[in-house]
């Protein structure tokens, strides 16, 4: 089955310092994926689209230059969280789809997420 | 829009018990998906339905795409404490396949 990765599971950083978070497609290639920040008891929200070879697609409220996503090849796309604050704590997860089944309704595939804490 | 309820929020049941949760819409899904969160890990695709009225099971799960497609359930049998973790529903929108709607979860304790 399609398999995501996503490195790395958990990560401490100081306040003021950037955190890159990679995310990579396994068995497929992915022109999409997507991130996730998920609070605590709480659903998955979407931050933003990465689509390769093109810019990323921010959803509102989320800051481009805040988290920064590069989608640099058809089986990986990398979140910098720039200039981490405590309140960036929190669980990133990325997800992408296998479209190259051609199936349009191709399920979501989520790496295992990245305990990101900022102190 | 195409928001999703899934309820119950919580369930706490015994082992061996069976298991039902459910997802509704006021908004059609061509597409329902049922994942499975654990503790600090990502969710995992437990079944995909693809087909109004179609009936899929995975082990001991089993899911549902209502005929409406305004909604879909989840059963779990004979519950085991494995069982245990977060279980989210999820569609893309009908017009953009890669906007994801997902439910707020239903948290599932299974006492052994």
Redesign the interface.
Known sequence: GAV?S?HPSRVICKSGTSVKIECRSLDFQAT?M?WYRQFPK???M?MA?SNEGSKATYEQGVEKDKFLINHASLTLSTLTVTSAHPEDSS?Y?C?A?DGTRGF??S???????T?LTVT | GQQLNQSPQSMFIQEGEDVSMNCTSSSIFNTWLWYKQDPGEGPVLLIALYKAGELTSNGRLTAQFGITRKDSFLNISASIPSDVGIYFCAGPNLYNFNKFYFGSGTKLNVKP
């Open positions: 995501v996503q999409t997507f709480q659903s998955l979407l689209t669980f997860i997800s789809r349009d309704n399920p979501l595939h989520f790496g295992n997420g305990r």
